[in-house]
C-alpha cells in the first residue's frame, strides 16, 4: 500500500525537482557571494555561453532515450564551422547559402552515424567514437590545423553577439529548439517509440515500430543542431577554427545525465536537460564572478553530478529498506 | 547647519544604497568611473592568460601580483584550463558584467578574442595586451615582450662575448620557411656584420622545432666543422638538443652553446657547464609591466601617442606607436637561472 504515493510526492521528489531547487540556490548563492551576478546583463551572458552547449544537449536527449551516444557532436561542430567558413570566404557563397550548405553537411554527417549504427548494427559508442577522430581530423586536415575564418559580416555576428527585442539574438533559435525537443520527445508517438527502444529494442521491434528509421533519425537531428551550433559558435566568436567544440560532447552528456536521463536509455526528459544545461552554465559564471579560480567549475559540475543522482537515488533506495523491514517483519510474525 | 544636515542624510542615503546595491550595481557604472577616476581608488584589473597550468604565465601572475599590491589595486588571474577556444572570450565576458576597470590579454586566437575585447572597450573598460597581440583596433596598447631586433642583437652580442673574435659559429634553426625565424637571423647577421665581422656564420640548419632532429645535426655540425667554437638555437627545442649533443660528443664548455629557450628545459645544462646563456624576457618584469601599464591606462594616466612609461621600480620604458617594450631580452646564466620556474 505504500508503494502508492500521494501524487504531490512524486512530484517533489521526482530528479528535475530536485535538480531545479539546486539551481535556484545556486542562483541565490552566487548572486549573494558573486559581484554582479545576478544582473539582467550577466543573466544574457549565461543565455548566449550556453546556447551551443545547450543545443547540443537538447539533442543528445533523444539518442540517449533510445539507449544509444553520439560523442561526435563537438568534432561535428568544429567540422561545420570550418565548412561553413570555407562555404562562405572561399567559395563566396552569401551568408544564408553557406548555412543551407553546412546544416546540409550536418544531416549528411548524422546520416554517417545513422547508416553504421543501425544498417551494420555496430555499438554507437564505437561508431561515434570513430567519426568523434574522423571529423576533428577532417577539419584540421582543411585547415591544415592553421586557417582561420574571420571577417565576417557584422550582420551575421549579430546572431551571436547583440541583442534582439532585448534578448541574446541566438536565444529564438535556442527556444525554438527547445520547443521542438520538447514536443518530438513528451507529445509525438515519436517519443514514446524512443523510451520503448531505450527499455526494449527487441520488443519494441516485435510491437512494429521501425526501431532502425526511428533511432536513424536520432542521430540526424543530432547532426543539424551540431551543424545549427557550429553557426552560432562562429558568430560568437566571429572566427571559425579547426578546435572549435573541442570537449562539447563531454558537456553535452553530462547535462543530459545531470537531467536525470538514464544512459542506459528508457527514461529522462527534455525539461531535465534544460534544467542539467541551466545548473552547468550557472555555476561556471558564478565562480568567476565570485572571483574563483575557473577550474573550480570543473570540480563542481562533477561534485554536483554526483550529488544530483545520489539526491534523486535516495528516496527510492530508503523506500525500499523500509518495504524489506516491513517485509521482514511480517515473515516473522509468520513463523 | 540645515546644509550640512542634508548634505549628511545624503551621505547615509548614498551609503545605504551602494551597500544594498552591492550586487546589483550597473556593470557600466564601475567602468565609467574609470575613466576619470581620481588616483588612489583601487581599481580591479583583471589579467587573462593563454592557458593557466603554463608556469610562462604563473611566472608572469607573480610579477603582476608585486606590481598589483604595490598600486593598491585588485589583480584577478584567470584564464582556460582546456582547449576550448572559446573559453577566452568567456571568461573576458564575464569580466565585462563583473565591471572590472582594465583587462590586459594575453590571446590564443587573435580574432576571436578580439570580438569579446572589443565589447569591452565599448562598455567603457580599458583593455591592452601583452606577450600576444589582439587585432589593433580591440585593445589601447600591446606591452611587447621583445622586438626581433632586440632578440637578433642580443643573440649575437652573447655569442661574441663568449668566444674569440675571430670565431666560428652555426645557427640551428626551426625551419628554414618560418617567418620569425628569418626575421631574427636578419638582425643576428646584421649584428655581426657591422659590430663582429670578423666572426664567421659557418652553417644553418633547421630541426623542425624537434630536440632529437637539433640533437642529430648539432652532431653533424660537430664531425663537419672541427673547429666550430659555437652553436646558436633560435627555437626552444633547439637549445637542450644542441647542448645534449655538444655533452655526448664530450665537448662541453669547448663548444658554447646558447640560445633562444625557456630556463626549466635548460637548468640542467646550464648548471653542467654546457650551455652558457639562454636568451628570453624576463616573465615577472612582463607581468608587472602590464599591471602597471593596464592600471595607467585605466587612470587616465597613459594615452595613446605617449612615447615613454614609468613603471614602479622598473623606470621608464619606450612607446613605439602602440607598442609598449618591455626592451632587451633577459640573458639567463648560472648566476640567475634557478630563481625562474617556467
Redesign the interface.
Given at each position: 500500500m505504500n508503494t502508492h504515493k500521494p501524487a504531490w510526492k512524486n512530484v517533489l521528489l521526482a530528479h528535475e525537482t530536485i535538480l531545479l531547487v539546486v539551481l535556484i540556490a545556486e542562483w541565490i548563492f552566487f548572486?549573494?557571494i558573486?559581484?554582479?551576478?545576478?544582473?539582467y546583463?550577466?543573466t544574457c551572458?549565461i543565455l548566449?555561453?550556453s546556447c551551443e552547449i545547450g543545443l547540443l544537449a537538447l539533442a543528445m536527449t533523444p539518442v540517449i532515450l533510445t539507449g544509444g551516444i553520439d560523442l561526435s557532436v563537438g568534432s561535428l561542430l568544429g567540422l561545420c564551422a570550418i565548412l561553413f567558413g570555407k562555404f562562405w570566404r572561399d567559395a563566396h557563397m552569401p551568408i544564408p547559402e553557406a548555412a543551407a550548405c553546412t546544416l546540409a553537411v550536418g544531416a549528411l554527417a548524422g546520416g554517417v552515424n545513422a547508416s553504421l549504427i543501425t544498417l551494420l548494427n555496430l555499438p554507437p559508442l564505437i561508431v561515434t567514437l570513430g567519426t568523434f577522430s574522423l571529423f576533428r581530423g577532417l577539419a584540421e586536415a582543411i585547415t591544415h590545423g592553421v586557417d582561420?575564418f574571420?571577417?565576417f559580416p557584422s550582420s551575421f555576428?549579430f546572431l551571436g553577439?547583440e541583442r534582439w527585442l532585448g534578448i541574446p539574438a541566438q536565444a529564438p533559435v535556442f527556444i525554438g529548439a527547445l520547443i521542438f525537443f520538447w514536443w518530438l520527445v513528451h507529445f509525438s508517438t515519436f517519443g514514446r517509440s524512443y523510451r520503448a527502444i531505450g527499455f526494449a529494442p527487441e520488443g519494441t521491434r516485435y510491437a512494429g515500430i521501425p526501431v532502425g528509421r526511428r533511432v536513424a533519425m536520432t542521430y540526424v537531428l543530432a547532426g543539424i543542431v551540431s551543424a545549427i551550433a557550429a553557426i552560432i559558435?562562429t558568430a560568437?566568436?566571429?572566427?571559425a577554427?579547426a578546435?572549435?567544440?573541442?570537449?562539447?560532447e563531454l558537456y553535452a552528456i553530462t547535462a543530459v545525465v545531470l537531467g536525470g536521463t538514464s544512459i542506459f536509455g528508457g527514461i529522462g526528459s527534455v525539461y531535465g536537460t534544460l534544467l542539467g544545461v541551466a545548473a552547468i552554465a550557472v555555476l561556471?559564471?558564478g565562480i568567476?564572478?565570485a572571483?574563483q579560480?575557473?577550474?573550480m567549475a570543473?570540480m563542481l559540475t562533477g561534485a554536483l553530478l554526483i550529488l544530483a543522482l545520489t539526491a534523486s537515488v535516495l528516496p527510492k533506495m530508503i523506500s525500499r529498506l523500509r518495504q524489506r523491514k516491513s517485509a521482514l517483519r511480517l515473515a516473522k510474525q509468520n513463523t | 547647519m540645515k546644509q550640512l544636515f542634508s548634505s549628511l542624510l545624503l551621505a547615509a542615503a548614498v551609503a545605504f544604497f551602494s551597500g544594498c546595491n552591492?550586487?546589483?550595481?550597473?556593470?557600466s557604472s564601475?567602468a565609467s568611473t574609470a575613466g576619470n577616476s581620481k588616483p588612489g581608488k583601487k581599481l580591479t584589473i583583471a589579467l587573462l592568460p593563454k592557458s593557466?597550468g603554463n608556469a610562462y604565465f604563473i611566472s608572469c601572475q607573480k610579477g603582476a601580483q608585486k606590481a598589483a599590491s604595490e598600486l593598491g589595486d585588485e589583480l584577478?588571474f584567470?584564464?582556460?584550463?582546456?582547449?576550448?577556444?572559446?573559453?577566452q572570450?568567456?571568461?573576458v565576458?564575464?569580466?565585462?558584467?563583473?565591471?572590472v576597470d582594465a583587462i590586459a590579454a594575453a590571446c590564443e586566437?587573435?580574432?576571436?578574442i578580439?570580438?569579446a575585447l572589443r565589447?569591452a572597450q565599448s562598455k567603457g573598460i580599458k583593455v591592452i595586451t601583452y606577450d600576444a597581440d589582439s587585432l589593433p583596433d580591440a585593445r589601447t596598447f600591446f606591452v611587447n615582450q621583445a622586438t626581433p631586433q632586440g632578440i637578433g642583437y642580443a643573440l649575437m652580442d652573447q655569442a661574441a662575448q663568449l668566444c674569440a673574435s675571430n670565431a666560428n659559429f652555426a645557427i640551428i634553426t626551426a625551419s628554414l620557411t618560418a617567418a620569425n625565424q628569418q626575421e631574427w637571423q636578419k638582425y643576428i647577421e646584421e649584428d655581426r656584420a657591422k659590430n663582429y665581422p670578423n666572426m664567421k656564420m659557418v652553417a644553418v640548419k633547421p630541426c623542425d622545432d624537434l630536440k632529437d632532429k637539433a640533437q642529430s645535426e648539432t652532431t653533424a655540425l660537430l664531425s663537419t666543422y672541427p673547429n666550430l667554437k659555437l652553436i646558436m638555437a633560435i627555437c626552444s627545442p633547439g637549445v637542450p638538443g644542441a647542448a645534449e649533443a655538444v655533452k655526448q660528443a664530450g665537448k662541453a664548455g669547448q663548444v658554447k652553446v646558447i640560445g633562444l629557450g625557456l630556463p626549466n628545459e635548460n637548468k640542467m645544462y646550464v648548471h653542467e657547464g654546457v650551455t652558457q646563456a639562454v636568451i628570453l624576457w624576463n616573465t615577472m618584469d612582463l607581468g608587472y609591466l602590464t599591471v602597471y601599464a593596464a592600471d595607467a591606462v585605466a587612470r587616465g594616466n597613459l594615452k595613446p601617442g605617449d612615447t615613454s612609461f614609468k613603471a614602479g621600480s622598473l623606470g621608464t620604458f619606450e612607446i613605439k606607436g602602440d607598442n609598449i617594450l618591455l626592451g632587451k631580452p633577459f640573458v639567463f646564466t648560472k648566476e640567475n637561472i634557478d630563481q625562474f620556474d617556467f
Open positions: 548572486d549573494a558573486g559581484r554582479n551576478f545576478g544582473t546583463d550577466n551572458d548566449r555561453h582561420t574571420t571577417d555576428l553577439q559558435y560568437r566568436l566571429g572566427q577554427k578546435d572549435a567544440g573541442n570537449g562539447y561556471q559564471s568567476v564572478h572571483l579560480p575557473s577550474e570543473g | 552591492k550586487n546589483n550595481e550597473a556593470p564601475g593557466k584577478i584567470d584564464g582556460p584550463t582546456d582547449t576550448d577556444p572559446a573559453k572570450n568567456e571568461i565576458e564575464n569580466w565585462i558584467t563583473l565591471g586566437n587573435k580574432e576571436g578580439s570580438t565589447k
